[in-house]
């Protein structure tokens, strides 16, 4: 495995944006599914975002459709989570993760973790 990097987080006011950045390695690699991740301190991780790197397949959570973009560079390498319209709410550290799956990336059983950035958003 290839460690994950994140970068791109910052603090923005709210109805801002920001694009996050996922030095996610080779797919051969870490897996073919790249998923966004978020936590806030004391409350459960939630998927925002995957992708299917291999097939462009794109997953959003509902929290954040129509506001977030999750895409990949030419290479593969890189995913990147366009985040607009950001809301207080939004606030939170932000991970990127990678696996192998056959079809279907879901939010669960991702092995291979970055260290996380953070995004903050101001009323």
């Known amino acids: 495995q290839v460690p994950l990097v994140e970068s791109g987080g910052g603090s923005v006011q709210a109805g801002g944006s920001l694009r996050l950045s996922c030095g996610a390695g080779p797919y051969t690699r870490n897996g073919n599914c790249v998923g966004w991740f978020r936590q806030v301190p004391g409350q459960e991780r939630e998927g925002v975002a995957t992708?299917?790197?291999?097939?462009?397949?794109?997953y959003y959570a509902d929290s954040v459709k129509g506001r977030f973009t999750i895409s990949q560079d030419s290479t593969k390498n890189t995913v990147f989570l366009q985040m607009n319209s950001l809301k207080p709410e939004d606030t939170a550290m932000y991970y990127c993760?990678?696996?192998?799956?056959?079809?279907?990336?879901?939010?669960?059983?991702?092995?291979?973790w970055g260290q996380g950035t953070q995004v903050t958003v101001s009323s």
């Open positions: 993760a990678a696996k192998f799956a056959p079809a279907t990336c879901g939010m669960s059983d991702y092995a291979n």
């Open positions: 992708i299917n790197r291999l097939s462009d397949r794109l």
